[in-house]
């Protein structure tokens, strides 16, 4: 069985986002094969994606390694977001199915049942999908790849405060869906912007711990991660 590249390539850029591997830390072929269980081939095109996305860059007798953004950079992809969910959302409001809606409202649902039940420890994970689904729901291959970037960014790059009233937030949420059901567009859009630019405040960046570079590139090398391959064809 040839494990396939984007498998590959996503448990990379999982590891990358959850700190596994550290800012300008270097990615040899070799370990991340052993960790993953896969031969070099699948590493090296995932390793290009994800140059490709940002993600990992190549330097002159290091080969690669993981990227360092500048605070300018990720400043630019919190507007980037603010600028690209409020058209995603206008577009959701003019495309979206039924399916989407269903998911949409189920999703807003947990979301404030949890909020009553004072249970918080899921909730940004739901609101990751609920913007997932939004994004998805806008029919736009080239934008849902794009948010999906800017999301995967944005987690590597900052810290996320919780909402200090979190039922404010799922009442956003609610009201956007309203507006994506009716499919008022410019609602959706002006929702989605407030909704936007609300939660980038509660962003914070991150700053690298150097000191333990050396500490984690140890347990990549002495570690095994193999690659979810669910669905892939034997």
């Known amino acids: 069985m040839r494990i396939p590249a984007h498998s590959v390539c996503t448990a990379i850029r999982d590891d990358i986002v959850s700190g596994v591997f550290e800012r300008g830390g270097r990615l040899t072929e070799e370990v991340l094969a052993r960790r993953y269980g896969v031969s070099r081939v699948p590493v090296r095109e995932a390793l290009r994606t994800l140059e490709s996305e940002g993600f990992v860059v190549t330097r002159r007798h290091a080969g690669a390694c993981v990227a360092e953004p500048t605070e300018q950079e990720a400043a630019d992809l919190l507007e980037m977001r603010i600028l690209l969910e409020p058209l995603g959302a206008a577009r ?21 049942e949890r909020v009553r039940r004072g249970e918080g420890e899921d909730l940004r994970s739901l609101g990751g999908w ?52 009716r499919r ?16 980038a405040a509660a962003h914070r960046l991150r700053r690298p711990d150097h000191s333990v570079r050396a500490a984690g590139a140890a347990r990549v090398r002495s570690s095994q991660h193999p690659v979810n391959i669910a669905g892939v064809r034997h």
């Open 184 to 199: 008022d567009a410019e609602r959706a859009r002006a929702l989605a912007a407030q909704h936007t630019e609300r939660a």
């Open 130 to 181: 609920f913007h997932e689904t939004l994004a998805q729901a806008s029919g736009s291959p080239a934008l849902i790849a794009l948010l999906t970037q800017l999301r995967h960014k944005i987690a590597w790059m900052y810290t996320v405060e919780a909402p200090v009233r979190p039922a404010d937030s799922w009442a956003e949420h609610g009201a956007l869906v309203d507006a994506v059901a």
């Open 92 to 112: 959701a409001a003019q495309r979206r199915t039924e399916a989407h809606l269903k998911v949409l409202r189920g999703l807003v649902r947990l979301g404030q």
